[in-house]
Nanobody, 123 residues
Framework: QVQFEASGGGLVQAGDSLRLACAAS????????VAWFRQAPGSEREFVAT????????MYADSVKGRWTISRDYATKSVYLRMNTLKPEDTALYYC????????????????WGQGTQVTVSS
């Protein structure tokens, strides 16, 4: 089992940037996909981005495509989410999760979930 700890959230203004990190507690198989999801209070959990750890293949939600970049770093065993041009509607608790080799936007495809990091964007 691989688990992640999310960090890097904070309070920012609209237009600012943040980088979230999802650090692995153990070895990450190359076949693992790692995804970011977010959930605002009273809302459904929403897919943000995912990456296959082995080859770096990515998939993004339309709402963040072109603004944000998901990446992985073998040296730190981490998956990052660079969040540019933040908007108030990006305010949410951001989770990272790991799953199988197929990139998916569905939370049920992911097995191991971190505890999340809060991102708050003021207007």
């Amino acid at each position: 089992q691989v688990q992640f700890e999310a960090s890097g959230g904070g309070l920012v203004q609209a237009g600012d940037s943040l980088r979230l990190a999802c650090a692995a507690s153990g070895r990450i198989p190359g076949s693992t996909s790692v995804a970011w999801f977010r959930q605002a209070p009273g809302s459904e959990r929403e897919f943000v981005a995912t990456i296959r750890y082995g080859d770096g293949t990515t998939m993004y939600a339309d709402s963040v495509k072109g603004r944000w970049t998901i990446s992985r770093d073998y040296a730190t065993k981490s998956v990052y989410l660079r969040m540019n041009t933040l908007k108030p509607e990006d305010t949410a608790l951001y989770y990272c999760a790991s799953g199988g080799p197929i990139l998916s936007s569905r939370p049920e495809e992911y097995d191991a979930w971190g505890q999340g990091t809060q991102v708050t964007v003021s207007s």
